[in-house]
């Protein structure tokens, strides 16, 4: 198997591909726990690929009772011997990365296995700069997105703007990285005046750079041809979305969406491997809907049922602390989302939080201000402000459901609930996450991506 201590040059990308691929994508507005289903499958896979967003996810995963959360580093470095690659999708803050990856060396986890791609982009610190002045400028005009304030907007733009942006792969070369940053700054000078604060100057922040560059450096490779060479030796890749469908910059609520294709349609680009070799998608979603930021939310709750859930899911921003706006589940959401993922199965999060409550309600229906009732989900911001959710009620359920291991086991109305999710989105639920920890979770092994399947300990 190909790895980056091997030269890359040694792929031979004309053999077949005997590897195999599944993907973890959150169906919501992110939150969905996400990390912890990547965890639950993660160790049998022989990589786990991030291929979008960067330092505005937060993936926390619990292993034997202590929590970690980590921002830019794939969820699989948890498992030892597990690659953790960051492709080259992403946008990278690289103090941040250094930071993260030394706070989970000091607890003792492994993190050999990372690799990042030399393609992705570099969060620079006035991305960060100009993320804040345009959320406090659109403040003014009560039209903030609620951004996470990473600054991960400006830096797709200036990916987008090809002269003003660095990849992590200008790190190495002190030529190109001064001249790239003298250009990045020069151009940011022209446009936005002289405030940039001490990392305006150009010599200061091409040796930062440098300095950052040579603490990275072991772990910067073609990721592209790292993976091609793992798939063509039969290795098993799992790419982990962050972030999640309703925040894609396409398909997403625009304009409250982030600025990276978080879906499943991002693996493609975000990795430089073809989407047809993306063989299964795992689509999470927890039993409610939260939110954080601004934008339209049709089943948002107020009060103590909101309050309750909120408590009850710890439901404040891994990144920023912010307490998320909580509701009721919208199944028309998570359908259009399973749909554009082309989703094989679902995971449900968060059981466990609606146990104790009278009865629960999930929105099947958007109705009109014209009085018609649509199944469709409406992603355009605007529209979707102007919608009412139509409701289904189901009985709520009590008592724990954190030791339970068989759905059969669940408590009659939770295992209503969760076929009722089945039938309305038309996808089966191959894991009901109930509890934080690795184990908590009920897991229908032949329901899951084969790859999937296989990387579970023997069946129980
Ligand atoms: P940005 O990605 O920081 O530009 O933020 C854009 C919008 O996406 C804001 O509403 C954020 O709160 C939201 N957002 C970005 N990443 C995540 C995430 O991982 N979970 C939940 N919301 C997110």
Redesign the pocket.
């Known amino acids: 198997m190909t790895s980056r201590a091997e030269p890359l040059d040694a792929v031979d990308l004309r053999g077949p591909i005997t590897g195999s691929t599944a993907a973890v994508v959150g169906l919501q507005?992110?939150?969905e726990g996400k990390g912890k289903i990547i965890d639950v499958l993660a160790g049998g896979f022989d990589a786990v690929v991030r291929y979008n967003?960067g330092a505005?996810?937060?993936h926390s995963v619990v292993i034997g009772g202590e929590r970690f959360a980590v921002h830019l580093v794939p969820s699989g470095i948890f498992h030892p011997g597990v690659a953790a690659i960051i492709g080259n999708g992403c946008v990278v803050d690289p103090w941040l990365l250094v930071e993260e990856a030394r706070g989970l060396a000091e607890r003792g986890i492994d993190v050999g296995g990372l690799a990042l791609s030399s393609r992705a982009h570099l969060v620079l610190p006035h991305h960060k700069l100009q993320?804040a002045h345009r959320e406090a400028w659109l403040a003014t005009r009560d039209a903030s997105?609620?951004?996470?304030?990473?600054g991960?907007?400006p830096t797709y733009a200036d990916k987008a703007n090809r002269s003003s942006s660095l990849r992590v792969g200008h790190l190495l070369d002190g030529d190109r990285l001064r001249d790239r940053v003298e250009a990045a700054l020069a151009e940011k000078r022209a446009l936005l005046g002289d405030d940039l604060g001490a990392d305006g100057d150009a010599a200061a922040l091409t040796e930062r750079l440098a300095e950052v560059g040579r603490e990275l450096e072991p772990w910067i490779t073609d990721t592209t041809y790292l993976l091609h060479g793992l798939l063509r030796s039969g290795g098993r890749v799992l790419f982990e979305g962050?972030?999640?469908t309703l925040?894609d910059v396409d398909h997403g609520t625009f304009p409250?969406?982030?600025?990276s294709n978080c879906s499943a349609l991002g693996i493609p680009a975000g990795t430089g491997v073809p989407g047809r070799l993306v063989d299964g998608v795992v689509g999470v979603l927890k039993a409610y809907s939260t939110r954080?930021?601004?934008?339209a939310f049709p089943t948002e709750l107020e009060g103590p049922t909101a309050e309750r859930i909120r408590e009850r899911g710890r439901e404040y921003?891994t990144?920023t602390g912010r307490p998320r706006r909580c509701g009721w589940l919208d199944l028309v959401a998570v359908r259009y989302a399973a749909m554009l993922n082309g989703g094989s199965c679902l995971a449900l999060t968060l059981l466990d939080v609606l146990g104790g409550f009278d009865e629960l309600r999930i929105c099947t229906a958007y109705r009109l201000t014209n009085g018609s009732t649509t199944e469709r989900f409406l992603p355009d911001a605007l529209d979707l402000e102007d919608v009412e959710p139509a409701y289904e009620t189901l009985p709520g359920f009590d008592g724990e459901v954190g030791g339970l291991r068989e759905r059969d086991a669940l408590p009659a109305a939770a295992r209503r609930y969760v076929d009722r999710i089945e039938e309305i989105v038309g996808v089966p639920v191959g894991i009901v996450s109930v509890g934080p920890d690795r184990d908590e979770s009920i897991i229908a092994r032949d329901r899951l991506p084969q790859a999937c399947a296989r990387s579970l300990p023997a069946a129980g």
């Not at 409250?256 to 600025?259: G, I, N, W």
């Not at 954080?292 to 934008?295: C, D, M, R, S």
Request: glycine share 26%; charged share 15%; no cysteine.
């Open positions: 507005w992110g939150d967003g505005n996810a937060g993320d997105i609620g951004t996470t304030k990473r991960i907007g962050a972030n999640a925040l409250f969406v982030t600025s954080v930021g601004a934008g921003g990144t």
